[in-house]
């Protein structure tokens, strides 16, 4: 049985009051309660200041290129899906340089679990607007106001008939904590957009501008009706839901792989004089 401790990592270089603590407490206090040992699963994350989050835990990990951690995180369920992989990604990451990737993760409904710390700005390059920047948002880079509408990670997910998709405040760990156990315990890729601010580059979207706006979906919602999903994703402002938005029972890829369905690659006999064959029609 597992404890805090047992996933002790590096100290922190956060900045004070950074909403990435409140995301790591609820991440330690979910995987103990969900009775999982540091080995029995791997985190993936690219750059930026959620990118460091591995850095703080001991289990497996890897830190990758920006924007490249669904490529990886993809990878290792391919090549092993008995292990729990997940994938940990800023707004920027994610949404920005790895768009692509989230689109398609989401569509091939890969057993990934992925959170993202969503800042709504570049934090480890020092306050550049992001893809959930406000419009009109004005930043070191943005003088004269962010000029793009804000994107909405959630409308896309649903829109891609992601399998689970969730909303959660930094600030409040217990319902974080929460979340990310039901993420981690559903069949399919979830998605949890995880609002957390940044308290040095990003003076808008602050501990109490969350708290006057998040409300916590209400009991009698039901996540599996895909409309309503709809709906709440596009609220947005003066009134923000936090919650499970929606989620579907869809097959998963590695379920739908032939050679791998029954038997991981990893565990499957490696014949290198096929390879040999093979590379003598080059040679």
């Not at 270089?13 to 103990?32: D, Q």
């Amino acid at each position: 049985m597992s404890v805090l401790e047992d996933y002790k990592g590096q100290i922190p270089a956060w900045c004070p009051g950074c909403g990435n603590f409140g995301i790591l407490k609820a991440f330690k206090e979910a995987m103990v309660e969900l009775g999982l040992e540091p080995h029995q699963f791997t985190i993936v994350s690219g750059i930026g200041q959620a990118g460091k989050f591995p850095h703080y835990l001991k289990c497996n990990t890897f830190n990758g290129l920006h924007g490249r951690t669904l490529p990886v995180a993809t990878g290792m369920r391919l090549a092993n899906h008995e292990m729990l992989v997940i994938a940990v990604a800023g707004d920027g990451d994610c949404y920005g340089e790895g768009g692509n990737h989230f689109i398609h993760a989401m569509r091939r409904n890969i057993n990934v679990k992925l959170f993202v710390h969503d800042n709504q700005i570049y934090g480890l390059t020092k306050g550049q607007a992001s893809p959930t920047s406000l419009e009109g948002m004005i930043t070191k880079n943005q003088p004269f106001g962010v000029f793009s509408e804000q994107l909405n990670p959630i409308a896309i997910a649903v829109a891609n008939d992601c399998s689970f998709i969730a909303r959660s405040f930094a600030g409040d760990t217990l319902h974080l904590k929460e979340i990310i156990k039901e993420a981690i315990k559903h069949k399919g890729f979830s998605l949890v957009d995880i609002l957390q601010p940044c308290v040095t580059f990003n003076k808008i979207n602050t501990y109490e501008w969350y708290n006057q706006r998040i409300y916590k979906i209400e009991p009698e919602y039901n996540p599996e009706n895909r409309i309503e999903a709809f709906k709440k994703a596009l609220e947005w402002g003066e009134h923000i839901p936090i919650g499970i938005i929606y989620k579907n029972r869809r097959p998963i890829l590695e379920e739908r792989i032939p050679i791998i369905k029954d038997n991981p690659l990893v565990k499957q006999p490696v014949d290198l004089s096929v390879l040999d064959n093979i590379m003598k029609e080059f040679f």
